[in-house]
């Protein structure tokens, strides 16, 4: 059996790479070998062309992590540390989502991808979130993963085999005002939001973590399991 194509959204930035360095479209690869591990197929998807397109030639979708979104979005002046925006990626990225819900396309969101997702559906966000928790455990320093416990829904609970998971953190951001047809499906213990999932849609879900950190990821699995029974 063929495995499910699975595109993967990128960033676009300045990268050294043997002798050159120049813009690049790159993506941590982390990413692409728990696509592969689950049973998919890896498929990078720069900011480019017609990204809305791709929805419905693709089995699955993730959207990864990355930069801050442009507050313009959700309607705020930019917080100081608001930062590495990508208003190209934004436009690119805002338009797969909205395709993927068109057709009931399965998708992950991490992080940036679950803010993404948030303003897409009304939302807005938490532009920094020590300002709000009081610490800075979501994102302990610059290049390090922060480990903070956050207790799963039913539905998550189900993917996990487990009530609470304690796994890799790395954003300032979260959501503050959550979007329409959207169900919390994971919190810290601070009451930050860590993960959501669309209702009614047949894989749509998002965390603010980093689930490609971590050795056990089921979330790939079942993402690639959900795009394999839509690709039948």
């Known amino acids: 059996m063929a495995r499910p194509i699975i595109g993967i959204t990128c960033y676009v930035e300045p990268a050294k790479f043997t002798v050159w360095e120049m813009k690049a479209a790159l993506l941590p690869y982390m990413y692409v070998e728990q696509v592969a591990r689950a049973g998919g197929q890896p498929v990078v998807l720069p900011p480019a062309g017609d990204p809305a397109g791709l929805a419905g030639r693709i089995d699955g979708l993730v959207l990864a992590g990355g930069g801050d979104v442009d507050p313009a979005r959700y309607d705020a002046e930019p917080h100081h540390t608001t930062d590495y925006i990508r208003k190209f990626r934004d436009e690119a990225e805002f338009r797969m989502v909205r395709g993927a819900l068109d057709i009931g396309l ?78 919390v499906t994971a919190e810290a213990d601070d009451g930050t939001i860590e993960a959501v999932e669309v209702e009614g849609h047949p894989f749509g879900h998002a965390v603010q973590w980093h689930p490609e950190a971590d050795e056990h990821a089921p979330l790939f699995d079942a993402l690639v399991r959900a795009a394999a029974r839509r690709g039948r």
């Open 106 to 183: 399965p998708f992950l969101g991490v992080c940036r991808g679950m803010q993404v997702l948030n303003v897409a559906m009304g939302g807005t966000l938490h532009q920094h979130l020590p300002d709000v928790v009081g610490h800075l455990g979501h994102s302990p320093a610059p290049g390090a993963f922060g480990r903070l416990p956050v207790r799963l829904s039913p539905a998550l609970a189900k993917i996990y085999e487990a009530e609470e998971v304690t796994p890799a953190h790395y954003h300032h951001q979260a959501v503050d005002r959550l979007g329409d047809r959207l169900a």
